[in-house]
């Protein structure tokens, strides 16, 4: 036998099989009540389980829904039954032990079903994580609950991710035309609409520079900026952010030097940056990836049925745990929420051909 270990984004995984297939995918999280230990008898062989581990790292970077592997996974014949329904499952969806006992012939059997779930050898690609109780609560999972919640939540929202892109395109955000007009848009945003922004910055027009704005005394800021509201307030917190700017030369280039968390620390120390308009800068000009919780991120996901915690960097850490740690993604996700948010998830929502209406059931809960 041979085996593999790499690390992921959710824990360790250790993958053994031989030419007959996989046999095991353990999880190492160090939770739950599976042991395991890697045999003197078996041999590592990063290369034989090359495939394995590319497909696993595909699902967890979200571009792969199923699997095409060669599996063996050692057990009765009853368990190798119901390993089989769990393969059928879709990406994304959660089912009851009755749904796979029905499937398999038996409704009364959930019990029995529930014992074979949890002697999957194969976690992930036998998706055994997508059965839940009869309650819709997450049940016993061998790796741990927490490692359960996760994959779920993880696959729910990059379905969601897919379904927008799908429908909506690439946004290509921030809508700005340098990385200084962004971050001073995310100022201005604060508590109003991006037309107003735009009529502010069209007034600050002739080159939004730092050394441009720098000259302004911040009477003149705020009279530019009239448009987008609490002008007064609003020009006091671009004089401050020029002043830390300043700090780095005006140099977009030094700011990313730094660490995400050291430099969003800094941001949050600026008068008038929170930590909605720092995660914005952080993502759309300083190049290191937070998820942004805004008023659409956070009633969309309500809606479709997302326990959301209320502090914003618990809901914020809560989603970061499980999408794919890049920007390109964050840049997107992001931009694709505000777009459903102004098309359809209004206060008032039109659901009427929203491309994610068949993963929500806020219209049957709120209008049935």
């Given at each position: 036998?041979?085996?593999?270990?790499?690390?992921?984004?959710?824990?360790?995984?250790?993958?053994?099989?031989?030419?007959?297939?996989?046999?095991?995918?353990?999880?190492?999280?160090?939770e739950g009540k599976r042991t395991f230990e890697i045999s003197d008898r078996w041999t590592r062989n990063d290369v034989f389980f090359s495939d394995v581990r590319a497909q696993v790292d595909e699902y967890m970077?979200?571009?792969?829904?199923?699997?095409?592997?060669?599996?063996?996974?050692?057990?009765?014949?009853?368990?190798?039954?119901?390993?089989q329904a769990l393969t059928e499952i879709p990406y994304g969806q959660l089912v009851t032990y009755k749904t796979i006992a029905r499937a398999i012939g038996n409704e009364k059997a959930s019990r029995a079903v529930g014992m074979a779930n949890s002697k999957n050898p194969i976690?992930?690609?036998?998706?055994?994580?997508?059965?839940?109780?009869?309650?819709?609560?997450?049940t016993g999972f061998a790796h741990g609950l927490k490692i359960k919640?996760?994959?779920?939540?993880?696959?729910?929202?990059?379905?969601?991710?897919?379904?927008?892109?799908?429908?909506?395109?690439?946004?290509?955000?921030?809508?700005?035309?340098?990385?200084?007009?962004?971050?001073?848009?995310?100022?201005?945003?604060?508590?109003?609409?991006?037309?107003?922004?735009?009529?502010?910055?069209?007034?600050?027009?002739?080159?939004?520079?730092?050394?441009?704005?720098?000259?302004?005394?911040e009477e003149k800021i705020?009279?530019?900026?009239?448009?987008?509201?609490?002008?007064?307030?609003?020009?006091?917190?671009?004089?401050?952010f020029l002043t830390w700017y300043a700090g780095y030369e005006y140099q977009i280039g030094k700011v990313r030097?730094?660490?995400?968390?050291?430099?969003r620390q800094e941001l949050l120390e600026i008068h008038g940056i929170g930590r909605e308009t720092a995660d914005c800068m952080l993502t759309y000009a300083f190049e290191h990836p937070y998820f942004i919780i805004d008023a659409y991120a956070r009633r969309i996901l309500e809606r479709v049925g997302f326990e959301m915690p209320k502090e914003y960097d618990a809901c914020r850490e809560k989603i970061e745990n499980v999408i794919p740690k890049e920007l390109m993604i964050y840049n997107e996700f992001h931009a694709l929420l505000v777009q459903l948010g102004k098309n359809h998830c209004k206060k008032n929502p039109n659901c009427n051909g929203c491309p994610i209406g068949a993963q929500c059931n806020y219209k049957e809960r709120t209008f049935a």
């Open positions: 036998m041979f085996y593999s270990r790499w690390e992921t984004q959710f824990c360790e995984m250790i993958a053994v099989g031989d030419e007959d297939g996989l046999a095991i995918l353990h999880l190492n999280t160090g970077a979200g571009r792969r829904v199923s699997f095409s592997l060669k599996l063996n996974p050692q057990g009765t014949t009853y368990q190798k039954k119901v390993w976690p992930i690609i036998v998706p055994c994580h997508r059965v839940v109780g009869a309650s819709g609560k997450l919640e996760e994959l779920i939540l993880h696959e729910k929202l990059m379905g969601i991710y897919h379904g927008l892109f799908d429908a909506f395109g690439p946004q290509e955000w921030w809508p700005a035309k340098t990385d200084f007009e962004m971050m001073v848009g995310a100022i201005l945003v604060q508590n109003t609409n991006w037309g107003n922004v735009e009529l502010a910055l069209n007034n600050l027009d002739g080159g939004l520079t730092p050394q441009r704005l720098e000259a302004f005394s705020a009279e530019r900026i009239r448009p987008s509201g609490y002008y007064q307030q609003k020009a006091k917190k671009i004089k401050a030097e730094r660490d995400g968390e050291s430099l």
